[in-house]
């Protein structure tokens, strides 16, 4: 079982969303758990908040490091070879090869900043791997954590039906289609593609492949 565990001042933005479907599930079935720490229920000794101004300047609040670390530490706790998640922008880009290696680890902490951020020695501190999940930047650290448990937990052994499912173990194609064979639509027709009606395997892996090559170019 993988333990996934995301400090955040906004739990609810992303709770939902964890309990449902397949991700909810594997928490049923006891392949993946996930627990929430609020920094604001570990107050600082020093701040009544736990967002403070940037040394330096800037627009917005920076998430201080005491709160944080105390949250993070209640979820470490005394485990060993807790693997601890820190969105950067710096980061290395988060993949499916990252998604492989982190589905064989037992814990994982994910701490998801607000605002402008978390104070960066948080991340020094708990010798943190830096992680960013592309050329952008979002509100909060939340949806990169749910993104992240998402695609981790596919790797999780029984957490997906068939293990055929995983895109990684069978030729894949973005394109997808079901029944009916001829779709309508505003009296126009929109025919399966005729090689997946076939039955002819070798036929479709190529099509597929072909498929997803045209994507990527």
Same mark, same amino acid.
């Given at each position: 079982? /993988?333990? +996934?565990?995301?400090?955040?001042?906004? *739990?609810?933005?992303?709770?939902?969303?964890?309990?449902? !479907?397949?991700?909810?599930? =594997?928490?049923?079935?006891?392949?993946?758990?996930?627990?929430?720490?609020?920094?604001?229920?570990?107050? $600082?000794?020093?701040?009544?908040?736990?967002?403070?101004? *940037?040394?330096?300047?800037?627009?917005?609040?920076?998430?201080? *490091?005491?709160?944080?670390?105390?949250? =993070?530490?209640?979820?470490?706790?005394?485990?060993?070879?807790?693997? /601890?998640? +820190?969105?950067?922008?710096?980061?290395?880009?988060?993949?499916?090869?990252?998604?492989?290696?982190? =589905?064989?680890?037992?814990?994982?902490?994910?701490?998801?900043?607000?605002?402008?951020?978390?104070?960066?020695?948080?991340?020094?501190?708990?010798?943190?791997?830096?992680?960013?999940?592309?050329?952008?930047?979002?509100?909060?650290?939340?949806?990169?954590? =749910?993104?992240?448990?998402?695609?981790? !937990?596919?790797?999780?052994?029984?957490?997906?039906?068939?293990?055929?499912?995983?895109?990684? $173990?069978?030729?894949? !194609?973005?394109?997808?289609?079901?029944?009916?064979? /001829? +779709?309508?639509?505003?009296?126009?027709?929109?025919?399966?593609?005729?090689?997946?009606? !076939?039955?002819?395997?070798?036929?479709?892996?190529?099509?597929?492949?072909?498929?997803?090559?045209?994507?990527?170019?």
């Amino acid at each position: 079982m /993988v333990h +996934f565990h995301i400090v955040t001042l906004f *739990p609810e933005s992303i709770e939902p969303y964890l309990k449902a !479907s397949i991700i909810g599930k =594997a928490q049923e079935k006891g392949k993946i758990k996930v627990s929430f720490y609020d920094p604001k229920d570990f107050p $600082s000794r020093k701040f009544d908040r736990v967002d403070r101004r *940037p040394y330096g300047g800037g627009p917005g609040m920076v998430l201080e *490091p005491e709160a944080v670390l105390r949250a =993070a530490m209640k979820a470490i706790g005394k485990k060993k070879s807790v693997e /601890v998640i +820190f969105f950067s922008t710096g980061g290395a880009q988060f993949d499916e090869p990252m998604a492989q290696k982190l =589905a064989k680890k037992k814990d994982i902490v994910f701490i998801c900043g607000h605002y402008e951020g978390v104070d960066a020695r948080v991340g020094e501190i708990l010798k943190a791997r830096l992680v960013t999940m592309g050329p952008y930047v979002l509100t909060g650290g939340e949806l990169p954590a =749910a993104t992240m448990i998402d695609a981790i !937990s596919r790797h999780v052994k029984g957490v997906l039906g068939k293990e055929e499912s995983l895109e990684s $173990s069978r030729v894949s !194609s973005p394109d997808v289609y079901t029944r009916p064979e /001829v +779709f309508v639509w505003k009296k126009k027709k929109y025919p399966v593609p005729e090689v997946l009606l !076939s039955g002819h395997h070798a036929k479709i892996d190529a099509w597929k492949k072909e498929r997803r090559n045209a994507k990527h170019e």
